[in-house]
């Protein structure tokens, strides 16, 4: 067993300090079931803080960056972050079932991920073990914590709150530094939390078909290598939100942006980067907007206009990054391949190829949404990627970067949709 293994299953065994948490729902006393919730944690918290190098558990617990510290950090964080959450269980309502889901499925996770990289030191291979490990742990520990606490949570629930939350922090660990895992076991809860309090029924069924089609949208993401780890984990997990909170149709749309954009930059990958216009796993870089507050009408068309303008705007630059003497947006100057906020007609006319795709997808799989809508959902996604050219060519380099401009681009485009919908009176 590797030292990285064993340090793994050590956080694990401090991660079954959460399970107590069931049993403080019996205790009628706030302030003795908030110390009975936080204490265990504190105890560790102490322990990490003070502990001698000399100490063998020092040796078990500490991380390569606690051993140049001298202190064990990364133990001290986690167990401060598991008593913030039992704070927000025992204080503010936070579902127990879902304060211990997160704590397990982290520190499982975590040890699955560990023991996976003993057979594999492939990124995908080790996140796949991670995300495995803690979805399997978390479902358990969340049925524990149900069976003991009494409250009704169906198994669909539990199985998506607990497969959410293991691709969120598998994003989430990629994202951020390895150290930073109370910071993610913090942000997984919170979102955990959001999940469980929407009032929609999960079914079996569906969650069944959800899961099975992330995982095939994932093994192909990875099969034909049209997204980085990153990307992949981002759509899969949207992909898995579409489905179950959403429906088919909203799925399709996404699957369009990721399978045509990411296809589509691989096409002639060598020619385009001889050119110096190719850019690695470019369908993954762009971002999504979503919105609080809004009705499902105007969330829907802020949702297809921001999916429409992606892909519109990868096809744009894909497709006409192959043909020469683009023009600047601004100016229409003729400019070299590549340059920022640089158009071709051939790149227009492929974009707007994708933001038609998005429409038809849309008038097909929504009985709602007629030619009209479709129409706003085109003219959004235009704007998008046209924003999104005309913000490459002003202030990209300067002011904001490449994910900075697509993340407003996309914002324009829901923008738009939300404000043609809202203009015309479209419903869903």
């Not at 986690?78 to 127990?96: D, K, R, T, Y």
């Not at 980085?228 to 898995?240: D, E, F, P």
């Not at 992606?310 to 100016?331: H, M, Q």
Request: charged share 10%; glycine share 12%.
């Amino acid at each position: 067993m590797t030292t990285a293994v064993r340090r793994a299953g050590a956080f694990a065994a401090v991660a079954s300090l959460a399970l107590v948490a069931p049993l403080v729902v019996s205790i009628e006393e706030p302030a003795l079931a908030t110390v009975a919730a936080i204490g265990p944690f504190l105890l560790v918290a102490v322990f990490a803080l003070s502990v001698n190098e000399e100490h063998a558990l020092f040796d078990l617990f500490a991380r390569p960056g606690d051993r140049r510290d001298g202190t064990l950090y990364s133990l001290a964080g986690f167990s401060l972050a598991a008593a913030g959450m039992a704070i927000l269980s025992v204080g503010f309502g936070m579902p127990a079932h879902v304060y211990v889901g997160t704590i397990v499925l982290l520190a499982l996770g975590n040890l699955a991920g560990q023991f996976t990289r003993t057979v594999s030191m492939g990124a995908v291979v080790v996140t796949a073990g991670f995300v495995a490990g803690g979805v399997i742990a978390a479902t358990a520990a969340q049925l524990f914590t149900v069976e003991l606490s009494g409250a009704s949570v169906s198994l669909p629930r539990i199985v998506f709150l607990a497969a959410s939350g293991g691709l969120l922090a598998a994003l989430l660990r990629e994202l951020l530094f390895e150290r930073d895992h109370a910071l993610v076991m913090l942000c997984v809860g919170l979102v955990l939390w959001l999940f469980a309090a929407i009032p929609v029924e999960i079914t079996a069924t569906r969650i069944g078909v959800a899961l099975t089609v992330t995982v095939l949208l994932g093994y192909a993401s990875y099969a034909l290598e049209t997204a980085s780890l990153a990307g992949m984990l981002t759509g899969v997990l949207l992909s898995l939100l579409t489905i179950v909170l959403g429906d088919y149709g909203w799925f399709l749309m996404l699957v369009a942006f990721f399978g045509i954009g990411g296809l589509s930059s691989k096409y002639r990958y060598e020619i385009k980067r001889e050119r110096g216009i190719a850019e690695e796993n470019a369908a993954s870089s762009h971002e999504f907007v979503s919105g609080l507050g809004l009705s499902e009408a105007l969330f829907f068309y802020a949702f297809a206009g921001a999916v429409g303008a992606a892909l519109a705007d990868t096809l744009s630059s894909e497709i006409g990054g192959f043909y020469d003497n683009p023009r600047l947006i601004t100016t229409l100057e003729v400019v070299d391949p590549g340059t920022d906020g640089a158009v071709t007609w051939q790149g227009e006319l492929a974009g707007f190829a994708g933001a038609l795709t998005v429409a038809g997808i849309a008038f097909v799989g929504f009985d709602a949404v007629g030619a009209l809508g479709a129409l706003c959902v085109v003219a959004a996604s235009a704007v998008g990627m046209t924003v999104d050219s005309l913000l490459g060519a002003t202030i990209e380099g300067r002011v904001t970067g490449n994910q900075g401009v697509n993340f407003l681009a996309t914002l324009a485009a829901a923008v738009m949709g939300i404000a043609l919908a809202a203009s015309v009176g479209l419903s869903i």
